[in-house]
């Protein structure tokens, strides 16, 4: 995260801007844009960025395109790129060269977030699952009357259950003011893992009628995937929890 490649350069009363940006969530119609550069290239990493307010309408500034993504197609993610984008000094946020430290300040109400979303999807499939086995008829009663569905819709529970806990523990913490690195982390981790497992199990327990876009649990299944991906790989939270644990 500290090896950014777009550059902000001192110009006067302005900074000049040059770069470019990956999946930016609301890249193709926000109006500002919280953009972070390399301000001191010379410093170790991460000491040297800074944080910048971009207006879209700013010369230079290019919406290079809008992914065609797997799922989560409400929320878009766009490629940015910055051609010599002149911005006054008034619209650096905070100090110079402080910005990742900004950056970090916000990972752990981050994965918080994306763990709550991840546990919304999962209710929303398993309360699909539940549903329909329940009024699914299948050698003369419910679906869910055979042990191999209501076995696995308590899993599907349990572990909606257990995410859930984890993260209303990490948003404890965090609404206290002390650190919760270590239980944002775990919150994530686990929430998003869990989503995707009750995902595909709301699927399976449809059978082909979750496979159909009838049904609401194949687009759920296609958009809780990239929960594991973005506000830091599942790798990554298992990297950060173990360095916390032997603290």
């Known amino acids: 995260a500290s090896a950014l490649m777009t550059r902000a350069v001192r110009d006067g009363d302005n900074?000049?801007?040059?770069?470019?940006?990956?999946?930016?969530t609301n890249g193709s119609y926000a109006d500002i844009n919280l953009v972070f550069a390399v301000t001191d290239p010379q410093a170790s990493p991460g000491r040297g960025i800074s944080a910048f307010l971009v207006p879209s309408d700013a010369k230079g500034f290019i919406r290079v395109r809008k992914e065609k993504k797997m799922g989560q197609k409400a929320s878009d993610a766009t490629q940015l790129a910055f051609e010599d984008v002149a911005v006054s000094a008034d619209m650096l946020v905070g100090k110079e060269n402080h910005?990742?430290?900004?950056?970090?300040?916000?990972l752990?109400?981050?994965?918080?977030?994306?763990?709550?979303?991840?546990?919304?999807?999962?209710?929303?499939?398993y309360e699909a699952a539940l549903a329909y086995a329940r009024q699914r008829q299948a050698f003369g009663k419910p679906i869910f009357s055979?042990?191999?569905?209501?076995?696995?819709l308590a899993?599907?529970?349990?572990?909606?259950?257990?995410?859930?806990?984890?993260?209303?523990?990490?948003?404890?913490?965090?609404?206290?003011?002390?650190?919760?690195?270590k239980e944002a982390c775990m919150?994530?981790?686990?929430?998003?893992?869990?989503?995707?497992r009750i995902c595909h199990a709301a699927i399976q327990t449809l059978g082909g009628a979750g496979y159909t876009r009838e049904f609401p649990v194949e687009r759920l299944y296609r958009d809780v995937r990239v929960t594991e991906i973005y506000e830091g790989t599942n790798d990554i939270q298992r990297m950060l929890i173990a360095r916390e644990i032997v603290r």
Do not use: P
């Open 146 to 152: 055979h042990q191999a569905v209501a076995f696995r």
């Open 155 to 181: 899993d599907m529970a349990t572990q909606l259950e257990a995410a859930r806990q984890l993260t209303h523990h990490a948003a404890n913490i965090r609404d206290s003011g002390q650190r919760c690195l």
């Open 15 to 24: 900074w000049i801007i040059n770069g470019a940006k990956q999946f930016i």
């Open 99 to 106: 910005g990742y430290a900004y950056a970090l300040a916000n």
């Open 108 to 125: 752990e109400a981050g994965r918080i977030g994306v763990a709550s979303q991840s546990i919304g999807m999962a209710r929303a499939a």
């Open 187 to 196: 919150a994530k981790m686990f929430a998003t893992e869990a989503a995707e």
